[in-house]
């Protein structure tokens, strides 16, 4: 079964930061929109931010805008989500999805496959 690793989550304070990664070495993160979307105790998982394959379009949940930068190096087949000034609504365990298409869309449907999850805890 193909899966993403995801690293880099852990428990900072509020107002810190963090980068979280998303890798595989079973196939080429080339032609795949890369998501990653987040899971809170008692809530639904929701979409964080996603980026396009072709042109690294982004694409951001509001909650996240202007703290969160999402980026990917083709060379490291890695795809990064900076999280700063982190706030303690922001823990959840945090996972990486990819998905075919073209459109960096935050439907989690539209993902083929998906990461085990990383754990990030914000304290206040």
């Known amino acids: 079964e193909v899966q993403l690793v995801e690293s880099g989550g852990g428990l900072v304070q509020a107002g810190g930061s963090l980068r979280l990664s998303c890798a595989t070495s079973?196939?080429?993160?080339?032609?795949?929109?890369i998501g990653w979307f987040r899971q809170a105790p008692g809530k639904e998982r929701e979409g964080v931010s996603c980026?396009?394959?072709?042109?690294?379009?982004?694409n951001y949940a509001d909650s996240v805008k202007g703290r969160f930068t999402v980026s990917r190096d083709n060379a490291k087949n890695t795809v990064y989500l900076q999280m700063n000034n982190l706030k303690p609504e922001d823990t959840a365990v945090y996972y990486c999805?990819?998905?075919?298409?073209?459109?960096?869309?935050?439907?989690?449907?539209?993902?083929?496959?998906w990461g085990q999850g990383t754990q990030v805890t914000v304290s206040s």
């Open positions: 999805a990819a998905d075919r298409g073209k459109i960096a869309t935050m439907n989690e449907a539209l993902y083929e496959y």
């Open positions: 079973e196939f080429s993160f080339d032609d795949y929109v």
């Open positions: 980026i396009s394959s072709l042109r690294g379009v982004e």
